[in-house]
């Protein structure tokens, strides 16, 4: 899952942490802004250590269990099903610790992934994979050229804003490529402010999230410029392929 990012404001300068999977990025210096999201502890520390608990909570208290301990593993089979299903070069979005990228680059793919919190970048980046700090909304490497993007984990819901987030993706793949999209397992469509929780008192500032099931997803998509080719579940997840409209 990503370190999420409110999807808007301008990062502050990038880093090159790998070998660029695209053309020459520009790292001239931006202004620094405030930035909403779980760059910082307890989501830091939990990457660091490699397992939780972590939560996001909502304001009213309801909390989403955080699955660090599977993203900070392998991948598993359920994730082989959309890997299985990569086209051309690979952008993952949100890539967290790097399970999805580790996986990829060992098969030869050509694949890099981005998140905004420095500790999933390193993890990545130590297990042999190719990351940049970077949010989804700063310039990219190879912009219009990429043939996937992954938007695994529930990472549909950077920045609050699904439909957003899916028209940036439109715009990041080649005519004709493609996202792969997890959906939230129950049929949900929420726009709400959370925050990461560890369970002992630690716990991050709030930001806007999304979680969007199977069923409103291919709404938001339609807008954004996609088509859904596909839907599959695999042990209780939800994923759909998306094909960008020429």
């Not at 890997?83 to 949100?94: K, M, N, Q, S, Y």
């Not at 981005?114 to 297990?127: F, K, L, M, N, Y």
């Not at 439909?163 to 469509?189: F, T, W, Y």
Request: hydrophobic share 40%; with cysteine; proline share 9%.
């Amino acid at each position: 899952m990503s370190a999420l990012d409110s999807g808007r404001t301008p990062h502050p300068p990038a880093t090159r942490t790998a070998a660029d999977a695209g053309p020459p990025v520009d790292e001239r210096p931006r202004a620094p802004a405030p930035r909403r999201g779980w760059r910082a502890d307890p989501w830091g520390a939990a990457l660091r250590s490699g397992h939780g608990p972590l939560f996001l909570r909502r304001a009213d208290g309801w909390l989403l269990p955080l699955e660090v301990e599977r993203w900070c593993a392998a991948a598993d089979p359920v994730d082989a099903t959309v890997l299985a299903r990569c086209e051309g070069p690979v952008l993952d979005i949100g890539c967290g610790p790097g399970r999805l990228v580790h996986a990829l680059a060992a098969a030869g793919r050509p694949v890099l992934g981005i998140d905004v919190c420095p500790e999933a970048v390193d993890r990545t980046v130590s297990g042999g994979g190719t990351a940049l700090c970077r949010s989804v909304f700063d310039p990219l490497p190879s912009e219009g050229r990429w043939g996937t993007v992954l938007l695994m984990d529930g990472n549909i819901g950077i920045g609050g804003d699904p439909g957003h987030l899916l028209a940036r993706a439109a715009g990041l793949v080649a005519p004709g490529g493609q996202a792969l999209v997890e959906a939230a397992g129950p049929d949900v469509d929420e726009r709400i402010e959370v925050r990461v929780v560890d369970g002992r008192g630690g716990r991050g500032a709030d930001f806007p999230w999304a979680r969007v099931g199977a069923r409103a997803l291919p709404a938001y998509a339609d807008t954004a410029g996609w088509r859904v080719e596909r839907r599959w579940r695999a042990e209780g997840r939800s994923f759909l392929q998306l094909r960008r409209r020429r």
